[in-house]
């Protein structure tokens, strides 16, 4: 019996048997190439030849010079060859080779003269080849035959040539910004893809002047577009000139939106959906400016064309977000979708509907998702987690029936990333319904039992220690925490004995209980839990010890850690064993992020103190060390903050300078870094003159100057200002390097004894509030503000006024106040209309901060904000407000 034909491709498993290149060599191939020399060339072992250099040269193989270029020379011969096949072949072999300057002139003339061939496709291909390798001068004797393939009544030729110009655009702009006329006609052309690739093209050109790409749009949307591709293109032009309209308002007159409608009535699927995906995107867009591009994406949900059901789908998803209500319409033929044989249909069309549904319908949505989960990856999952935590949040009144689900879900069978979304969804709904924080918690308890991973088992435990002695009976959350400490790990073991120390001392009824349970864990076989064990039991006093302040312990247990764990850990390892104990007080608090000075290319900007080292605790360090052995400012105090280096001048200049800021209580002081680039140079006297007149509050009182800066060897120049003590002064300051230049004779390298006065202008420096905030971040930030207590909580509101994004507004005011964003805060979920975001810091004066900002869009652009201050002194949070107000 005959066997049925399977394709290769079918059978995965044994792909690369039926590899026709498998064990091919480079030197085998290479000694095949000398087949280009035979006087009787055999095209078709020609081609294949080629294709096997091709190969090689795809798969990351590199050719050593003498081999590219004999490879080179020997391919070029094959231009006497009139098969078609062979020569396109060469076409792409010149292409990826890539020739040098000198052995492109050997080719330059068969190429020239397939360009002006007979056979179309000669043309084509010699076009594109030739702007590949060409360089500029080349260019312009061929620009006269580019100008004609333009406007060529052979397609395949004119496209050539448009998208060769796209690619030249990049490294011969002057050159094709000349072929505006050539590409304007172009536009007209009937054939889509010439068309297509024109607009491209003449939209390039004119793309930096905003008044030509605003006349293209006005005068292509009266109706001169035929192709469908081009059509597409011009609605993205129309949505970027409408964006950036400083003009365009909801009320007045829309012509580029009518174009955008119009185009729905197109009877090309990709044009209609490209306007309804434009008009969705549009800033402001209102709920009867969306209702014909919602119309068009509900028809879409319905096609036979999986393609055009995802589009729809992921179109109305992101729309939900911001418009739920104008899509409701289409859930109903979302419905259908959940049982899509396309996955990532189903997950977009549930998602959706979660967001869209009312509470009515949360039960049966349910149910059909119940269904739905065990068919879909996890990475599908994930995203119908989230989406149903926001259900919930939304609907507080079904928070049993989504809860349970979490927890049914909860307990089959996932990776760490999809329990982890699950877990941190229950922990929000826990903290914002207070409703169901107690079966939240039995729910977290169940799933410890048997949780495989021991990341999510020590979080959900830490999270116990929190949250379950504030419920109505803590004590049945003791059996599965003690269970830990039998049936885990010895790091989750460790996490077991925290838990049940906090509630020993939260719960007073249960501290007897847990004085047994601690006293059991001084038997286990790991050091870590024996030691937290008996700390703890030292700390309530179950060891019969004196025991501290009912508050003591809840600090001890409970309170942030003030000092990033990073610093910690870098200083822990920097000390050194003596008869001093190891000082917390010494770790700093700061948060230090990567200077921008050090993301730059070696050997561009000065090294060393200039730019200061990798480790925070080692830079605060250094520069503390510095500056207290310069007799000027060793009565300055301790040092409170030193900044990020701010470059002072551009990069590849003379004289490359940057400035550190440091800050004191009474002063500050400038460091400023400078290096030499000049070999033929060397500096002395280096100072900079800086003018503090736009700085009423400063005044200055110390200078340090370098004695002598040689090529390429960096040193450091001092300037200290006083200030008002405690007082966050702001101000600016403009800077001039002077010092004294002395030529440096090459051959010996000794510089002359006379040497002549010269100044160089920097950079303007500016001393701000966020300079007076050190970042230092909380490990629980809801905990830190509710221990802060509100006698000095100050709460406002203010305007920001018209932003890009709500992500623009928050990254401002985070600059702003220069203060640490906690858990993650910072990130600003796209498409989002409200946003709530956390942060701290210590204030001058080491003065604790916590920060709460709540965003929200008001209007079609404008950003209103909620600030609400907490810290330790009330002139702090007056003070915060006053900056964000003058800000």
């Given amino acids: 019996m005959a066997q049925p034909l399977v394709k290769k491709d079918d059978d995965r498993d044994d792909e690369a048997d039926y590899s026709p290149f498998l064990g091919i060599e480079k030197g085998a191939v290479l000694q095949e190439a000398r087949v280009f020399n035979d006087p009787q060339l055999d095209p078709r072992r020609c081609s294949q030849v080629i294709t096997k250099l091709l190969y090689l040269l795809n798969q990351g193989e590199t050719f050593t010079k003498v081999e590219a270029t004999e490879v080179f020379f020997s391919v070029t011969k094959l231009f006497q060859s009139r098969d078609i096949g062979l020569r396109r072949m060469v076409y792409v072999m010149i292409k990826e080779l890539s020739p040098s300057a000198d052995e492109v002139i050997i080719v330059t003339s068969s190429l020239m003269k397939d360009m002006t061939s007979k056979t179309d496709m000669y043309r084509a291909n010699a076009i594109r080849v030739l702007c590949r390798i060409t360089d500029g001068t080349l260019l312009t004797q061929i620009e006269r035959y580019l100008k004609q393939a333009i406007v060529d009544k052979n397609p395949v030729v004119a496209s050539a040539a448009l998208v060769s110009g796209i690619h030249l655009l990049q490294t011969n702009p002057e050159i094709v910004k000349r072929w505006s006329n050539e590409v304007q006609e172009a536009v007209q052309s009937r054939a889509a893809l010439v068309q297509f690739h024109a607009l491209a093209l003449l939209h390039q050109i004119r793309q930096n002047d905003r008044l030509a790409v605003n006349k293209l749009v006005t005068s292509l949307t009266r109706g001169s577009v035929r192709s469908p591709l081009a059509q597409c293109l011009l609605i993205r032009y129309t949505s970027q000139v409408i964006r950036e309209s400083a003009n365009n308002t909801q009320t007045g007159d829309r012509p580029f939106y009518d174009f955008l409608e119009g185009c729905l009535r197109h009877k090309a699927e990709m044009v209609i959906f490209e306007a309804a995906r434009a008009i969705t995107e549009l800033n402001g867009v209102t709920s009867r400016e969306l209702t014909p591009a919602i119309t068009v994406l509900q028809l879409f949900l319905s096609s036979s064309k999986p393609v055009l059901r995802f589009a729809a789908v992921r179109t109305l998803n992101k729309v939900a977000m911001t418009h739920p209500m104008a899509v409701t319409n289409c859930n109903i033929d979302m419905e259908s979708l959940i049982s899509d044989q396309n996955r990532s249909i189903a997950t977009l069309a549930i998602t959706t509907l979660l967001k869209t549904g009312n509470e009515s319908s949360v039960d049966r949505l349910m149910k059909q998702i119940t269904n739905f989960m065990s068919d879909i990856a996890d990475e599908f999952k994930i995203v119908v987690v989230e989406a149903i935590r926001s259900l919930c949040l939304k609907f507080p009144l079904k928070h049993r029936s989504l809860m349970n689900f979490l927890s049914n879900i909860l307990r089959e069978e996932g990776g760490f990333e999809y329990k982890k979304a699950i877990v941190d969804s229950i922990v929000i709904l826990i903290r914002d319904?207070?409703?169901a924080k107690e079966s939240g918690l039995l729910h977290l308890c169940e799933f410890i039992e048997d949780c495989e991973f021991t990341y999510l088992s020590t979080q959900i435990l830490h999270f116990l220690g929190i949250e379950g002695p504030k419920t109505s009976d803590p004590s049945k959350y003791i059996r599965y925490i003690y269970n830990r400490v039998h049936l885990e790990n010895a790091t989750v073991r460790a996490g077991a004995v925290s838990t049940l120390a906090k509630f020993g001392a939260m719960v007073d009824a249960l501290k007897p209980r847990i004085f047994v349970l601690l006293r059991r864990c001084l038997f286990d076989n790991d050091d870590e839990v024996r030691d937290r064990a008996t700390l703890y039991l030292n700390t309530?006093?179950?060891d019969g010890a004196v025991v501290e302040t009912g508050e003591d312990v809840k600090e001890f247990l409970f309170g942030s850690l003030d000092i990033p764990l990073v610093n910690l850990e870098n200083s822990l390892k920097n000390y050194e064993l003596s008869e001093e104990s190891f000082d917390i007080d010494s770790v700093p608090k700061e948060v230090k992020t990567q200077p921008l000075a050090e993301k730059k290319a070696p050997g561009k900007k000065p090294t060393g103190l200039s730019a200061p080292p990798t480790g925070p605790p080692s830079t605060v360090d250094a520069y503390e060390r510095l500056l207290s052995s310069i007799p000027e400012f060793a009565n300055f105090g301790k040092l409170f903050k030193s900044s990020a280096p701010v470059e002072l001048t551009e990069a590849e200049t003379e004289y490359a300078v940057n400035v550190v800021k440091h800050i004191f209580d009474g002063h500050v002081v400038f460091q400023f870094n400078c290096t030499n680039t000049i070999p033929e140079q060397l500096l002395e006297n280096v100072t900079v003159i800086v003018d503090a007149s736009e700085a009423e509050e400063f005044a200055e009182v110390a200078t340090k100057p370098l004695r002598s800066l040689p090529y390429d060897s960096p040193g450091q120049t001092f300037v200290a200002f006083e200030k008002p003590e405690g007082v966050p002064a702001v101000g600016k300051f403009s800077n001039m390097l002077r010092f004294i230049v002395k030529e440096v004779d090459p051959s010996t390298g000794e510089a002359e004894e006379d040497g002549v006065e010269d100044e160089y202008q920097l950079e303007d420096l500016e001393v701000v509030a966020a300079d007076y905030m050190l970042k230092v971040g909380v490990s629980n930030f809801r905990n830190a503000w509710e221990s802060m207590g509100a006698d000095c909580e100050r709460v406002d509101e203010y305007g920001l006024g018209p932003r890009d994004s709500l992500a623009e507004a928050v990254n401002a005011v985070i600059n702003l106040l220069g203060m640490q964003p906690c858990e993650g805060t910072e990130v600003v979920p796209s498409n989002s209309r409200s946003h709530t975001c956390l942060l701290s810091g210590v204030y001058i004066g080491n003065v604790?901060?916590?920060?709460?900002?709540?965003?929200?869009?008001?209007?079609?652009?404008?950003?209103?904000?909620?600030?609400?201050?907490?810290?330790?002194?009330?002139?702090?949070?007056?003070?915060?407000?006053?900056?964000?107000?003058?800000?």
């Fill in 540 to 542: 309530l006093g179950g």
């Fill in 433 to 435: 319904i207070p409703e």
């Fill in 848 to 887: 604790k901060v916590l920060v709460r900002l709540q965003f929200g869009i008001d209007g079609p652009k404008d950003v209103a904000m909620k600030l609400a201050v907490r810290s330790e002194d009330e002139a702090v949070s007056d003070a915060i407000h006053e900056i964000v107000a003058s800000g």
